[in-house]
């Protein structure tokens, strides 16, 4: 049943902040999703260093406003090639800004003045709604000309069909925007692509780190009224037993699900597993600690035997068999340790 626009009142949202970790975790899969040609060339054996600081101090308006909007400024490595590294400057813009192309342009040419180096930029528009053109910005004044083009990824041009076929996890990102949008006064309809996006990022085997990150993206941004959210419930307790069997385990699934009502479903149905999973992650936590506890006794015995050695070694006149006989060690090792005392 479609709701009216005023019939719930959705809480704030922080998009920013979800796109913020999203663009992060994701930066591999999302180049090779919406980039595939500079993902060919970039070295992703070594991690792209995050510029967070120093995209503050070349768009400082926008630290002024108390924090930044989705702009991120990567410094990445490239195989073989004509540039050791370049600069890839990504931004998601998640509502209509009429003026953003010019806006974009100016923070090319900030970054480009500071970096000098080989730059290029994407524009994710995760809005039904954008700016035209959207893709670049065009200045001509008295015979002075300049056209700034972009990379940009639209979402509400992206085929549904498509991003359920892609084994590309960025997909299902982009696929969550999708139903965002098409749900904004629906939320049964929402509550429904939620399961189906949950399900699908539990079924298909994807990086446990990238899972994680993708079921909190979802959870969040996909808000559901109590009552709906209630129905959701009751449907997630439903599929509770394939969650069950699934190869993430029932901790994983609670660890990277925080929401509280999908807490309570799986530890209602499950609180007996829960409890020996929490069992066996105590006891390898306290398996380590005691190891490392026995490491350094025996590093500290070690190093006061040593130092018992070198004083016999210096004080007495004792033969080194002698000395190894009391300190319960081989003769060449006494030898060793006399060796450097001498030197």
Not at 73 to 80: A, C, D, G, S, W
Not at 149 to 172: G, H, M, Q, W
Request: net charge neutral.
């Amino acid at each position: 049943m479609k709701q009216s626009k005023n019939q719930w009142q959705t809480p704030y949202i922080d998009y920013d902040g979800q796109w913020k970790k999203i663009v992060d975790v994701f930066f591999e899969p999302m180049t090779k999703f919406i980039m595939p040609e500079l993902a060919a060339d970039i070295d992703f054996s070594k991690a792209p260093e995050l510029l967070k600081e120093e995209l503050a101090k070349i768009i400082p308006e926008q630290t002024a406003k108390g924090r930044m909007s989705i702009d991120k400024l990567f410094k990445v490595p490239m195989k073989n090639g004509e540039y050791e590294h370049i600069f890839f400057h990504v931004e998601v813009e998640s509502q209509l800004k009429v003026n953003f192309p010019k806006k974009n342009f100016k923070y090319f040419y900030r970054i480009f003045d500071s970096k000098d180096k080989a730059i290029t930029a994407l524009v994710i528009y995760a809005s039904d709604r954008v700016p035209t053109p959207h893709d670049r910005y065009v200045y001509n004044f008295r015979g002075t000309e300049l056209t700034y083009k972009f990379n940009t990824y639209l979402v509400r041009d992206a085929d549904e069909e498509e991003l359920l076929k892609s084994d590309n996890i960025f997909a299902l990102v982009i696929l969550t925007c999708k139903y965002i949008n098409q749900t904004k006064n629906d939320f049964d309809l929402r509550r429904k692509f939620k399961l189906k996006l949950f399900r699908l990022a539990l079924e298909r085997n994807y990086p446990k780190k990238y899972i994680i990150s993708l079921i909190q993206f979802i959870n969040i941004l996909m808000y559901l009224p109590p009552e709906i959210k209630q129905k959701f419930r009751l449907e997630l307790k439903q599929e509770s037993e394939r969650i069950k069997q699934s190869k993430m385990g029932i901790l994983e699934y609670i660890v990277m699900s925080p929401d509280e009502d999908i807490y309570e479903v799986i530890k209602e149905e499950y609180g007996d597993v829960i409890k020996a999973e929490l069992k066996k992650e105590v006891e390898a936590e306290l398996k380590k600690e005691v190891e490392a506890e026995l490491k350094k006794e025996v590093e500290a015995e070690k190093k006061e035997k040593i130092n018992i050695i070198r004083n016999l070694i210096s004080s007495t006149s004792m033969q080194p068999t002698e000395i190894a006989q009391i300190a319960n060690i081989s003769v060449e090792e006494v030898l060793k340790i006399k060796a450097e005392i001498d030197k």
